[in-house]
């Protein structure tokens, strides 16, 4: 079997997130579709991670293994002729067996898109989240720069029962694992992994003509955390918080310390480093 | 009565075109509904011209009576306040009894968007016409100065029976009127007189990054003109025809011999002049 590496860009406005699900489309599920109509294989595409409904892509990565000999630069043609304008398929390489678009992710880049101006054009309007009112910007950039570093995220993490009973069932082994072998826990990285401690290199806004564009490059991302984070910086602008207040909401590990979920619109997963 | 002017920007990539329609989603229809919500009154706004399914306005005008003493300013709030964001008022502005926005245009500028790289982003593949495969482009910036000028452009429109009809009838009228009274039959130049006379004032091709983008500005453009003549450019681009072809293709005054009408998805109607 060949292990072959696809990097797209999908607009997420029709698309009911990466992941496949019953009655829904969604992107995987469109790649996989594909990938039978052309190869006559039934493979799922592993993403470097999901996201969610309405969220974009500029590069996401993902894997899968086939056993077609077709060329690369043909499956790339043959996927984009077969696939909807909606995702395009930017590369197809081949890559070592064993290598996996999320296992082996050692840093992701999302961007946030805010529009700022009166009006938002309607050439836009799915590609931002359009908030023309008063916010105090350099507030925002000051915020941003504290969560820089490594942290708990847990403030800023979607609440996700069965997620939080995983966490607490894995804390639970590590701890007894720890009282037979005195064996400190690992420490995993990865978006499945059981804690919510992630290091973020570099955060920040930029003012892009009628935009305020938030950037943001980290280890890992927790479920809705780059959302969370950006209604957390637009309570900031707002005045309601200040930019030291985002330690103590990182302090609290509580997600009703931070501020609300913003859009899904604005959100592009830019790239995924190896 | 009020008389008021709209100008507005819309994605109609999700519109069934301008024009109201029974158990189709139009802009004029959005519209109406937007201003019956917002003052209770049942109005019809005129646009300046039709435009087709999936045809995109960056300032499309309207006009139309209201009763209401709403200010302009609070109108625009209102209305965009009301109408998806893929429909945008720009300006409401209070303009003298009788004015038109088709009968009182005096020109018009349309632009069509030719996407030229290999893989065109998904954010933009409801926005031009995605067109990968080589193309002389130097011979269709020759071409696009053929037109300008007052020319008959019936090669160049949609094949209309009704319209045909109109346009027989009138001249029938007016050759009557002609034995009658000695007077010549007016010229006008709104899309709907009975006439495919219209005057180009200006036809070009420009490059503008991966795109190759056509502008064009006249009196006046009958159904499918604009996107008829870009099929007929690229016919040139493509070798199948050469730049003094045009000239040919107008003087026969038949729309089969010029080429295919270019897509939707690639035009906007940019501005109207009064």
């Given at each position: 079997?060949?292990?072959?590496?696809?990097t797209l860009?999908?607009?997420?406005?029709?698309?009911?997130?990466?992941?496949?699900?019953?009655?829904?489309?969604?992107?995987?599920?469109?790649?996989?579709?594909?990938l039978?109509?052309?190869t006559?294989?039934?493979v799922?595409?592993?993403?470097?991670?999901?996201?969610?409904?309405?969220?974009?892509?500029?590069?996401?990565?993902?894997?899968?293994?086939l056993?077609?000999?077709?060329?690369?630069?043909g499956?790339?043609?043959?996927?984009?002729?077969?696939?909807?304008?909606?995702?395009?398929?930017?590369?197809?390489?081949?890559?070592?067996?064993?290598?996996?678009?999320?296992?082996?992710?050692?840093?992701?880049?999302?961007?946030?898109?805010?529009?700022?101006?009166?009006?938002?054009?309607?050439?836009?309007?799915?590609?931002?989240?359009?908030?023309?009112?008063?916010l105090?910007?350099?507030?925002?950039?000051?915020?941003?720069?504290?969560?820089?570093?490594?942290?708990?995220?847990?403030s800023?993490?979607?609440?996700?029962?069965?997620?939080?009973?995983?966490?607490?069932?894995?804390?639970?082994?590590?701890?007894?694992?720890?009282?037979?072998?005195?064996?400190a826990?690992?420490?995993?990285?990865?978006?499945?992994?059981?804690?919510?401690?992630?290091?973020?290199?570099?955060?920040?806004?930029?003012?892009?003509?009628?935009?305020?564009v938030?950037?943001?490059?980290?280890?890992?991302?927790?479920?809705?955390?780059?959302?969370?984070?950006?209604?957390?910086?637009?309570?900031?602008?707002?005045?309601s918080?200040?930019?030291?207040?985002?330690?103590?909401?990182?302090?609290?590990?509580?997600?009703?310390?931070?501020?609300?979920?913003?859009?899904?619109?604005?959100?592009?997963l830019?790239?995924?480093?190896?």
């Amino acid at each position: 079997m060949r292990n072959l590496k696809l990097t797209l860009a999908y607009d997420g406005s029709d698309f009911h997130g990466w992941q496949i699900q019953p009655d829904h489309i969604t992107v995987q599920a469109a790649l996989a579709a594909a990938l039978l109509k052309i190869t006559g294989e039934t493979v799922l595409p592993q993403g470097s991670g999901r996201t969610d409904a309405g969220v974009h892509a500029l590069a996401q990565v993902a894997t899968f293994e086939l056993a077609s000999p077709i060329p690369t630069l043909g499956l790339r043609i043959a996927l984009n002729d077969s696939l909807p304008p909606s995702i395009r398929v930017l590369e197809v390489k081949e890559v070592p067996t064993g290598f996996h678009a999320r296992a082996n992710a050692r840093a992701k880049t999302y961007r946030y898109r805010i529009y700022r101006g009166d009006i938002c054009p309607p050439f836009l309007a799915r590609y931002v989240y359009h908030h023309p009112w008063p916010l105090d910007e350099g507030a925002m950039i000051g915020a941003a720069g504290e969560v820089v570093g490594e942290h708990d995220f847990t403030s800023f993490a979607a609440v996700d029962p069965d997620r939080a009973q995983r966490i607490a069932q894995a804390e639970a082994r590590a701890a007894s694992e720890r009282r037979l072998c005195g064996a400190a826990s690992a420490e995993h990285e990865t978006e499945d992994a059981p804690t919510n401690i992630r290091t973020i290199y570099s955060s920040q806004f930029e003012r892009v003509g009628d935009e305020l564009v938030y950037t943001v490059r980290g280890s890992g991302f927790l479920h809705h955390m780059v959302r969370n984070l950006v209604g957390t910086f637009l309570l900031v602008g707002k005045g309601s918080l200040t930019p030291g207040d985002i330690r103590r909401i990182l302090i609290a590990r509580n997600r009703s310390a931070a501020g609300a979920t913003a859009p899904a619109s604005g959100l592009y997963l830019v790239s995924v480093d190896y």
